[in-house]
């Protein structure tokens, strides 16, 4: 569990989902199910819930340490690229590609 206090993302996004998106709680289950989301599962909500949608306002993301090895492992994992993934996952590829340098060997 995160040292800091976090908003209790999972009733904020259980709630979001009851009212305007009843018809993708299916998908949202297993993320939801879990004890406590990190950063990772945030945006992987924000994906299901804004599919083919808009996305601004993507500068004032920030991620903490265990999202981005997340998302390292997530690149890895379906073995793309820093485009591949920021195309997917709406991060910028240059940010991508610092992360991989810092946490990387």
């Known amino acids: ?3 800091y206090k976090r908003p209790d993302y999972k009733k904020i996004y259980k709630e979001i989902i009851a009212r305007k998106y009843p018809d993708k709680m299916k998908q949202c289950e297993t993320i939801l199910n879990k004890e406590y989301l990190i950063d990772f599962d945030i945006i992987k909500l924000s ?3 804004n599919a083919g949608e808009n996305k601004e306002n993507q500068i004032f993301k920030s991620y ?3 999202s981005i090895l997340c998302i390292l492992e997530f690149q890895k994992k379906h073995k793309y690229n ?3 993934v ?3 996952l709406s991060i910028s590829r240059n940010t ?3 992360w991989r340098k810092l946490y990387t060997v």
């Open 1 to 3: 569990m995160p040292k």
């Open 47 to 49: 994906n299901i819930l």
């Open 64 to 66: 903490d340490k265990e």
């Open 82 to 84: 820093n485009t591949e």
């Open 86 to 88: 920021s195309n997917v």
């Open 96 to 98: 991508i590609g610092k």
